[in-house]
């Protein structure tokens, strides 16, 4: 069974900086990995979807890679601003028990961004 | 329409009552998912459907929760005798194509936040 990890849980940085969030997972065989952001009491935007057969996505500030055999993706925010705290999921995209597909959720990243 | 529509936002009822949740898809996606949100950030799948085939219920309490997504309405999730447990934030996600073929990127909706009492 897929199990998806995100570290840290809890992220709190000025404005401006750089930063990495990590997302790892225990099953390599994905078809793709996706990431997305959730402002509180709100539903999920889709920031960036990285599919197995690619090692990067791109997105203004936004950079995501992956590195399927080692199980793992990062997101990288460039120049990071206020608007951008929000808690910050990775979801990888596999086989089901049924066979079918279906997104496995990490847990997720609250980022603040301190002005 | 171009976002994936929940209704309602909230909705409270008490152990034992119905729940019925709604879900319009982005218009042209074939595929619809149903997630569970509990406990902060933990998401439960639920079921999926390409256009109104069940394609895997496999995460759905059967004896409880049914969903249907019928031509020209929107999709349903209903759950019959609430209980305590049931109490959550139920996504519904849609996407063009399925996502063995390494695409299938989800849209979610706002979620309905159930509150059972």
């Known amino acids: 069974k897929q199990e998806v990890t995100q570290i840290p849980a809890a992220l709190s940085v000025p404005e401006g900086e750089n930063l990495v969030l990590n997302c790892s997972f225990t099953d390599s065989a994905i078809y793709n990995l996706q990431w997305f952001r959730q402002d509180p009491g709100k539903g999920l935007t889709s920031l960036l979807l990285i599919q197995s057969s690619q090692r990067e996505q791109t997105s203004g500030r936004l950079n995501a890679s992956l590195d399927k055999s080692s199980g793992r993706s990062t997101l990288y925010i460039a120049a990071s601003q206020p608007g951008d705290s929000a808690t910050y999921l990775c979801?990888?995209?596999?086989?089901?028990?049924?066979?079918?597909?279906?997104?496995?959720f990490g847990k997720g990243t609250k980022l603040s961004v301190i002005p | 329409g171009e976002e994936v529509a929940q209704t309602p936002k909230h909705l409270v009822r008490g152990e034992g009552q119905k729940a019925k949740l709604y879900c319009a898809p982005i218009k042209g996606h074939s595929y619809v998912f149903w997630y569970q949100q509990v406990l902060k950030n933990e998401f439960k799948f639920l079921i999926s459907?390409?256009?109104?085939?069940?394609?895997?219920e496999t995460g759905m309490p059967k004896e409880r929760f049914s969903a249907k997504c019928l031509p020209n309405s929107p999709c349903s999730l209903e759950i019959q005798a609430t209980k305590l447990e049931d109490s959550a934030v139920y996504f519904c996600a849609s996407s063009q194509t399925y996502g063995t073929g390494g695409s299938g990127e989800q849209f979610f909706g706002p979620g309905t936040r159930l509150t059972v009492l």
């Open positions: 459907f390409q256009n109104e085939n069940v394609f895997d």
């Open positions: 979801a990888s995209g596999g086989h089901s028990g049924a066979g079918s597909y279906q997104l496995t």
